[in-house]
């Protein structure tokens, strides 16, 4: 797992790398399986802020998250296009139940699916790869993807861009509060059905 204050520090003393480092972690968040594992969602408005700091434009930053995001999300459409449903064998077992989750919401949204489940945690790597998988047709991934990349990396780049400091010295408080929140709306709500 990545530390946080590890790759912060060195971005800081290596600030040729923070618009590449943004565009791996983002591309890394968007890729199947890795995605899972991968806490850029915690990372990249740090990265954000930290470009605001050295003087990097809040364009710049924000193209290499953008284009970071196309790219993972192309290749994990593209897999699962390919491959089909034998993917699903190379997730862990205790993983395969967001596969069927990421199955139902894409059923029941259809293209909508794409732009929204970035959004939705662990659909967010499985979305892409699961419209693969079930046939969604290349003509209408390609342009909503491309279309609706902008809105998560404006949104965790943006933000740590424009709140600087402010926001990566209580980035820890706000993602409680707000994961507790959305936490206790979802699993009263189940706005995405996603609950058996």
């Given at each position: 797992?990545f530390?946080?204050?590890?790759?912060?520090?060195?971005?800081?003393?290596n600030?040729?790398?923070?618009?590449?480092?943004a565009f791996?972690?983002?591309?890394?968040?968007?890729?199947?399986?890795?995605?899972?594992?991968?806490?850029?969602?915690?990372?990249?408005?740090?990265i954000?802020?930290?470009?605001?700091?050295?003087?990097?434009?809040?364009?710049?930053?924000?193209?290499?998250?953008?284009?970071?995001?196309?790219c993972?999300d192309?290749?994990?459409?593209?897999?699962?296009?390919?491959?089909?449903?034998?993917?699903?064998?190379?997730?862990?077992?205790?993983?395969?139940?967001?596969?069927?989750?990421?199955r139902?919401?894409?059923?029941?949204?259809?293209?909508?699916?794409v732009?929204?489940?970035?959004?939705?945690?662990?659909?967010?790597?499985?979305?892409?790869?699961?419209?693969?998988?079930?046939?969604?047709n290349?003509?209408?991934?390609?342009?909503?993807?491309?279309?609706?990349?902008?809105?998560?990396?404006?949104?965790?780049?943006?933000?740590?861009?424009?709140?600087?400091?402010v926001?990566?010295?209580?980035?820890?408080?706000?993602?409680?509060?707000?994961?507790?929140?959305?936490?206790?709306?979802?699993?009263?709500?189940?706005?995405?059905?996603?609950?058996?």
């Open positions: 797992m530390d946080f204050s590890n790759i912060l520090e060195f971005l800081s003393n600030t040729e790398w923070i618009n590449w480092a791996i972690l983002v591309f890394l968040e968007s890729l199947i399986i890795v995605g899972l594992f991968t806490p850029a969602t915690l990372i990249v408005p740090g954000g802020a930290l470009a605001a700091s050295v003087g990097i434009g809040p364009i710049e930053i924000f193209l290499y998250a953008t284009l970071g995001m196309i993972g192309s290749i994990s459409y593209l897999i699962g296009k390919l491959i089909g449903n034998k993917v699903i064998g190379w997730f862990p077992e205790d993983q395969r139940p967001y596969v069927e989750r990421a139902i919401f894409i059923k029941k949204y259809g293209i909508l699916s732009a929204l489940g970035r959004f939705v945690g662990p659909l967010r790597c499985l979305v892409p790869l699961t419209a693969g998988t079930l046939g969604m290349s003509k209408i991934f390609f342009p909503v993807e491309i279309l609706s990349a902008p809105a998560w990396t404006a949104v965790y780049v943006l933000t740590g861009y424009f709140l600087g400091v926001f990566v010295e209580y980035f820890t408080y706000f993602l409680l509060a707000f994961v507790f929140v959305v936490s206790i709306y979802v699993y009263f709500k189940d706005p995405m059905k996603l609950r058996k």
